[in-house]
């Protein structure tokens, strides 16, 4: 079945740039929606944003309150998506999850989720 | 800025009926918002309960069911059990594929 791996460095410096992938195994990650979704330690979820790629259609939006630092993008041949943040402060500190999205004309919900890994921005 | 709303803290006897909401700050909740619901063990990764407002995941237990309720997007759970006992979020679709998550609401059972 599909399954999702997060990786990337679990220690970033505060003002660079944060940078992790979501491995899509067992599946194509074309043609489906793929998102990222923090969460701060002792805190909730909140959604980063998304990218969609289908052929020669690519489709992403962000969560307006980190849009001005986020990217998010796709590699097919390798069947991964990344994350980009820039300028990251102590408050990026975070697990991060990568999730796939099932969307459609009338439903839109993560339904397969990474385990996770956690960033911590500290010098 | 759209903020969804949820209890913070909820708890329930075993055997017994809770009922959590999921509400936005301004406005109400309604079957095109997609409404969707996560339970999250700390130190694991969400797990799809509910979807489409009312649909339940592949593998979720019965006792688990979505709704509208008045305003509010409700999560229902019935016969209450000790592994229930978890944080519960639910996500509200605002269009153009932007996603809004509650703040959770932690689930005692005792």
């Known amino acids: 079945q599909v399954q999702l791996q997060e990786s990337g460095p679990g220690l970033v410096k505060p003002s660079e740039t944060l940078s992790l992938t979501c491995t899509v195994s067992g599946g194509s990650i074309s043609s489906y929606y793929w998102s990222w979704i923090r969460q701060p330690p002792g805190k909730g979820l909140e959604w980063i944003g998304y990218i969609y790629y289908s052929g020669s259609t690519k489709s992403t939006n962000y969560n307006p309150s980190l849009k001005s630092r986020v990217t998010i993008s796709v590699d097919t041949s390798k069947n991964q998506f990344s994350l980009k943040l820039s300028s990251v402060t102590a408050a990026d500190t975070a697990v991060y999850y990568c999730?796939?999205?099932?969307?459609?004309?009338?439903?839109?919900?993560?339904?397969?989720w990474g385990r996770g890994t956690l960033v911590t921005v500290s010098s | 800025q759209t903020v969804v709303t949820q209890e913070p803290s909820f708890s329930v006897s075993p055997g017994g009926t809770v009922t959590l909401t999921c509400g936005l700050s301004?406005?109400?909740?309604?079957?095109?918002?997609?409404t969707s619901w996560y339970q999250q063990i700390p130190g694991q990764a969400p797990r799809t309960l509910i979807y489409s407002t009312n649909t339940r995941s592949s593998g979720v237990s019965d006792r688990f069911s979505g709704s509208i309720l008045g305003n509010k997007a409700a999560l229902t759970i019935t016969g209450a059990q000790a592994d229930d006992e978890s944080d519960y979020y639910c996500v509200l679709y605002m269009g153009s594929g932007i996603s809004v998550f509650g703040g959770g609401t932690k689930l005692t059972v005792l």
């Open positions: 999730a796939r999205i099932s969307g459609g004309t009338y439903h839109w919900y993560f339904d397969l």
């Open positions: 301004s406005g109400s909740v309604s079957t095109s918002h997609y």
